[in-house]
């Protein structure tokens, strides 16, 4: 965002679901997403999200670079006259409605955790705060949202129930973004992600 409004208004609707416009309150429509995009190097011409905003994201996914074969074909597209505005044209079409998402919502609040599973995800969350390399660790909103993308994870593998090794596949996207880094491991050279791993592998997983 390149305005704090702005940025106050998406904290609004990530939060209460709706917006205040001119002292008028609109609710937001179901199921409604705010998904943004992250300058890798540099923040010029744009604002820093703080750290309340960040921990709202539910996910944050890296895209890197394609392979050099790719990148020519995405090239040749281009060159043949592809359009990447036109979705029609690009061959996507709907996979699910509204109603699809909503029912998938209701169906992932009905896959159960065992205790240990919860205690899992509380452990690793509070093994980022111990952490001396960071100075922000995981938030109980941040634990609440890797128990919220375990349980989808393994509805989507087919089960009814979370696993560790859940809570293991989504644990980098749920929470890296949530992390903050000291100064001097930054300028060691201490990637946010091996911290996290170092947080995970110190807990010791449940049986």
Do not use: C
Request: hydrophobic share 45%; proline share 9%; glycine share 6%.
């Amino acid at each position: 965002p390149r305005r704090p409004r702005t940025q106050s208004a998406l904290l609004q609707a990530m939060q209460e679901h709706h917006v205040t416009v001119a002292g008028q309150r609109y609710d937001l429509p179901r199921p409604f997403h705010v998904l943004a995009t992250q300058n890798p190097l540099e923040q010029e011409g744009t604002y820093p999200l703080p750290e309340a905003q960040l921990d709202r994201f539910l996910l944050k996914v890296t895209l890197p670079l394609p392979p050099r074969e790719d990148e020519i074909a995405i090239l040749s597209r281009h060159a043949a006259g592809f359009d990447p505005r036109n979705l029609a044209g690009a061959g996507i079409t709907a996979v699910a409605s509204a109603d699809d998402i909503a029912a998938g919502v209701t169906s992932v609040r009905q896959v159960s955790v065992a205790p240990a599973v919860l205690g899992y995800v509380v452990d690793i969350a509070r093994a980022t705060r111990m952490s001396p390399s960071l100075s922000l660790g995981v938030s109980p909103r941040g634990a609440t949202a890797l128990l919220a993308t375990s349980r989808a994870w393994a509805w989507l593998s087919g089960r009814d129930f979370v696993t560790p090794d859940d809570v293991k596949a989504l644990a980098q996207s749920t929470l890296a973004h949530r992390l903050g880094m000291r100064p001097e491991a930054e300028l060691e050279g201490v990637s946010v992600s091996a911290v996290l791993d170092a947080a995970i592998n110190s807990v010791p997983v449940p049986r």
